[in-house]
């Protein structure tokens, strides 16, 4: 079974920074998705951002990027410019990309980093 | 409609209650799943529908548990008996089968249970 891990529990940032999310993951997969999403109060998961493993190229989405070490298994996001609207829960997220017809064809997730913006 | 769309958004249930949850996926979508999401913590998977098929329970945490999609469509979740530790927002997402080219899935607001 995959496992996602987020080792920050909570992150804060000033306003118009650069912040960095941490996520490592295991799999024995090769072909496989992984996903930021956001969750802000309201609760509706919003993504962030896409990374297809068979992809060198790191994906960017505005001000949002991802560092993608697939040997290591780390897929981290870095967001720029940070703005009030950022403040959320983040969530990294693993699917694999082979139908299993099961639950793993859904998403595993990380326990979350709570991103709080300094203003 | 565009976008999941779930009901009630919020359900305060007296323990022993049972309670209903309802998820209308995007249309089209083959595959929809549920999700249990405690507070403070990230999504944990309950079931798994393709189409009206339930291929998938192995998350559902006890018999109380029951979820249906009768017609490949809207899927129900319900409760049987509520305990404390069933409070939590119950997340539908839904998506084609395998993802389709990006593999997304899509959320709907949640359901927010509190049973007293």
């Known amino acids: 079974a995959q496992t996602v891990t987020q080792s920050q529990p909570e992150m804060s940032v000033q306003e118009a920074e650069t912040v960095t999310l941490s996520c490592t993951y295991d799999?024995?997969?090769?072909?496989?998705?992984l996903f930021w999403y956001k969750q802000p109060p309201s609760r509706q998961m919003i993504l962030v951002i896409r990374?297809?493993?068979?992809?060198?190229q790191n994906a960017t989405e505005n001000r949002f990027s991802v560092n993608f070490q697939k040997a290591a298994k780390s897929f981290s996001l870095k967001i720029s410019d940070s703005q009030l609207g950022d403040a959320a829960m983040y969530f990294c997220?693993?699917?694999?990309?082979?139908?299993?017809?099961?639950?793993?064809?859904?998403?595993?997730f990380g326990k979350g980093t709570h991103l709080i913006i300094q203003p | 409609g565009a976008g999941v769309s779930q009901s009630p958004r919020y359900k305060v249930a007296k323990r022993g209650q049972d309670v209903a949850l309802r998820c209308d996926p995007i249309s089209g979508h083959v595959s929809l799943f549920w999700y249990q999401q405690a507070l403070g913590q990230g999504p944990e998977f309950l079931t798994y529908?393709?189409?009206?098929?339930?291929?998938?329970k192995s998350g559902l945490p006890s018999d109380r548990f029951f979820a249906e999609r009768p017609e490949g469509s809207v899927s129900t979740l319900k409760i049987q008996r509520t305990q404390q530790e069933d409070s939590a927002v119950y997340l539908c997402a839904s998506s084609f089968l395998t993802g389709g080219p990006t593999g997304e899935l899509f959320f709907g607001e949640g359901s927010r249970l509190t049973v007293l």
């Open positions: 529908f393709q189409n009206e098929a339930q291929l998938d």
């Open positions: 799999t024995s997969e090769s072909d496989y998705y």
């Open positions: 997220a693993y699917r694999s990309a082979v139908y299993s017809g099961g639950g793993a064809d859904g998403l595993t």
């Open positions: 990374q297809e493993a068979y992809k060198q």
